[in-house]
């Protein structure tokens, strides 16, 4: 995962490269159900249970707040998954305002 400001260009020649946001799907520990078949398991409504974030920054606290195994992210939420839409198949969501 990746989240990198914005770099301005350089007095030389180095280009400057624009800010960087990954997406990503994060699990709010419900577990998706599966339906056994022919002894092969089918994951239905694989996506029930996650969220979609954009990293915006990742972080570590100074020590005086403890210290952590992992580095800390700072995630901007969107709306749960809607329905997907009929023609494209794809599930819509926008930013969250909570």
Do not use: C
Request: hydrophobic share 35%; charged share 20%.
């Amino acid at each position: 995962v990746r989240a990198t400001p914005e770099v301005l260009p350089g007095r030389g020649r180095k280009p400057g490269s624009p800010a960087k946001f990954d997406m990503a799907l994060i699990s709010n520990g419900i577990q998706p159900r599966t339906l056994e078949g022919d002894h092969q398991k089918i994951h239905v409504d694989i996506l029930l249970g996650m969220r979609v974030g954009q990293v915006r920054v990742i972080f570590t606290l100074p020590r005086q707040f403890g210290t952590y195994s992992r580095a800390l992210a700072y995630i901007e939420w969107f709306t749960p998954l809607r329905e997907p839409d009929r023609s494209s198949g794809l599930h819509q969501l926008s930013h969250s305002t909570r």
